[in-house]
C-alpha cells in the first residue's frame, strides 16, 4: 500500500523559512514516481499547487511562491523537499503532499496524497 509520510510544517514568523519534506513508500518494482510535489489549503482557498517536480527534475512552481520555494527531489530515496524562505501569512494553509505514480508499460497512473502538515505564518 503506497503511503507518503510527510514532515516539516510549523509555526513560523513572518520571513522566517520552513522546509517541507515527503517520503513515498509501498510501491513495486513494476512502478515509478512520475512526479512528486506540494499542493495547499488554506480556508480562503481552493487546494492549489505549490509546486511540482519531475522525475528528471523539470519543475513548475505557482507564481505566488517563485523566487521564495525551492523544490528538490531524491529519487533513490523517493523523497521530495520544498524549502520555503521568506514566508508571508497568506503562506498559511495545510500542505499537502503530492505523488503521481505510474506503472511501467501501461498508460496507468494513480495520484497519492500525504495527510497535509500545517503551516502557519505569524504575522
Known amino acids: 500500500q503506497v503511503q507518503l509520510v510527510e514532515s516539516g510544517g510549523g509555526l513560523v514568523q513572518s520571513g522566517e523559512s520552513l522546509r517541507l519534506s515527503c517520503t513515498a513508500s509501498?510501491?513495486?518494482?513494476?512502478?515509478?514516481?512520475?512526479?512528486m510535489g506540494w499542493y495547499r489549503q488554506s480556508p480562503e482557498n481552493q487546494l492549489e499547487l505549490v509546486a511540482s517536480?519531475?522525475?528528471?527534475?523539470?519543475?513548475n512552481y505557482a507564481d505566488f511562491v517563485k523566487g521564495r520555494v525551492a523544490l528538490s527531489r531524491d529519487n533513490a530515496e523517493n523523497t521530495v523537499s520544498l524549502q520555503m524562505d521568506r514566508l508571508r501569512p497568506e503562506d498559511t494553509a495545510v500542505y499537502y503532499c503530492?505523488?503521481?505514480?505510474?506503472?511501467?508499460?501501461?498508460?496507468?497512473?494513480?495520484?497519492?496524497w500525504g495527510q497535509g502538515t500545517q503551516v502557519t505564518v505569524s504575522s
Open positions: 517536480i519531475s522525475k528528471i527534475g523539470d519543475t
Open positions: 503530492n505523488v503521481i505514480l505510474r506503472h511501467l508499460g501501461s498508460p496507468y497512473e494513480a495520484v497519492y
Open positions: 509501498g510501491f513495486g518494482p513494476n512502478h515509478e514516481i512520475k512526479t
